[in-house]
């Protein structure tokens, strides 16, 4: 039986978390999960529900999340169930809860220069969520983020400073794991749209982490 996947998308529709989810959903389909999709979080309120997943995938930017789902999500998540995401549809979600964000290991404060030419520097090629991949190219929004040091970061990329001079050769990070409670937690800054996951090394980054992720 495959894994059991929950993907739920919503908020800011700049983030195309629909069309995300539509391009993800069918790659974990083929590496034999069983997806869900929905597009309310009222389904992290349901208990009996969510101990049934091995995963949760929220795509979900700038909203607002209540506290019985934020509690339901947390403790999901803290007993064993994994969290997978990307972009802001993880680490952009909920600007004001702090307790979500313990959980991600990160929080998205700013994108300089909008959309940009930069390079993603696999750090862990030893891990197998990047091992095989090389250091690759993105067009598209790259995230200066807040970040948990406690992450383990499988790759980064390096700011230029054109933007913002202070930060001239500022490492960030680009994809971790960590863990909470007993859950798995993965992160991937890249898939600003869904025209991101287009780049094979970002859709197989993806697909790696969410399968490492799930329980």
């Known amino acids: 039986m495959g894994k059991k996947v929950l993907m ?8 195309e978390p629909k069309q995300c989810v539509e391009k993800v959903a069918p790659v ?12 309310s979080m009222d389904i992290y309120t349901d208990a009996q529900k969510m ?43 909920f600007r004001n809860n702090t307790a979500y964000q313990f959980m991600t290991g990160g929080q998205w404060v700013e994108h300089p220069g909008g959309i940009v030419d930069y390079t993603v520097n696999i750090t862990r090629p030893d891990d197998p969520i990047v091992a095989g991949l090389g250091d690759f190219s993105m067009h598209s929004e790259c995230y200066y983020l807040h970040v948990d040091p406690s992450n383990e970061v499988l790759a980064t990329t390096t700011f230029s400073g054109e933007v913002y ?5 500022c490492v960030m990070p ?16 890249l898939g600003h749209v869904a025209a991101d996951f287009d780049v094979p090394e970002v859709i197989e980054i993806t697909k790696r ?3 490492w992720a799930a329980r």
Not at 28 to 39: N, Q
Request: charged share 15%; hydrophobic share 40%.
């Open 8 to 15: 739920v998308w919503g908020g800011w529709d700049g983030h």
């Open 28 to 39: 974990l389909e083929a590496a034999g999960c069983d997806v869900e999709v929905c597009d």
């Open 51 to 93: 101990n049934t997943l091995d995963l949760v995938v929220p795509c979900w930017t700038m909203g607002e999340i209540t506290s019985e789902q934020e509690q339901g999500l947390l403790d999901a998540v803290s007993g064993g169930v994994g969290i997978a995401g990307w972009h802001g549809g993880l680490c952009d979600s």
């Open 165 to 169: 001079p202070w930060i001239a050769g």
């Open 174 to 189: 680009a994809v971790w794991k960590r863990r909470y409670g007993s859950g798995r937690v993965f992160y991937s800054s």
């Open 209 to 211: 982490g969410c399968l």
